[in-house]
């Protein structure tokens, strides 16, 4: 496990390089515009983990639906810090700032071709709630996995 990781408020100025950089991870074929204009369109909660002032991953979280779910819709933690639990400190962060917010559910989706994703939601207490096989065309589905806030074991466990 890593040492020294902060986890804060994402700033557009000082952050919006590094979460190009990250995003391109997970989407390679958009603009740097596309993706400066999304975040800045974006309606919900960003938050960046840091060490040594570096960015080496983010985390969003939306209220889209009801006044219980939130969802997570960016995730990403840089390549050479992986597997050290950048991950499960990003989602703790959010479930603890849904459990704040009084939400019940926090959701995700995920390309059902994203593998290390699904093993990963699931590790950290996410479970299965749907499949949409042809989503985004043939061979090109989608999953959706949720957590329960209240019932979840890690997150009382990290008694958040
Ligand atoms: C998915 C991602 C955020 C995981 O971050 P991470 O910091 O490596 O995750 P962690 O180290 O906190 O892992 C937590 C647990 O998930 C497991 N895990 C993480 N990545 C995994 C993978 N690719 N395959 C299987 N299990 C994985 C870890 O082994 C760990 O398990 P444990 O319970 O035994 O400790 C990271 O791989 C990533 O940025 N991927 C590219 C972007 C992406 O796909 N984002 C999701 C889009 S919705």
């Known amino acids: 496990m890593q040492k020294n990781i902060n986890i804060r408020d994402f700033e557009m100025e000082k952050d919006f390089d590094w979460i190009f950089l990250l995003d391109s991870y997970v989407n390679a074929t958009r603009s740097r515009k596309e993706v400066q204009e ?20 983010f985390i969003s979280l939306s209220y889209p639906f009801w006044d219980k779910v939130a969802m997570i819709d ?28 009084s939400m019940r559910y ?24 749907g499949v949409f ?13 949720d957590i329960d806030i209240r019932k979840n074991s890690e997150a009382s466990k990290q008694k958040l």
């Not at 096989?133 to 996995?145: A, D, K, Q, S, T």
């Open 38 to 57: 999304e975040i800045q369109n974006y309606s919900g909660d960003i938050y960046v983990a840091t060490i040594n002032k570096k960015v080496i991953g």
């Open 133 to 145: 096989p042809e989503y985004e065309g043939e061979g090109n589905g989608m999953i959706w996995l």
């Open 74 to 101: 960016y995730l990403a933690v840089e390549e050479n810090y992986r597997k050290q639990g950048i991950g499960r400190l990003l989602i703790h962060h959010v479930l603890k700032r849904a459990q704040e917010l």
């Open 106 to 129: 926090v959701c995700v989706q995920t390309g059902l071709w994203n593998l290390g994703a699904i093993n990963f939601y699931k590790r950290v207490g996410f479970s299965l709630r």
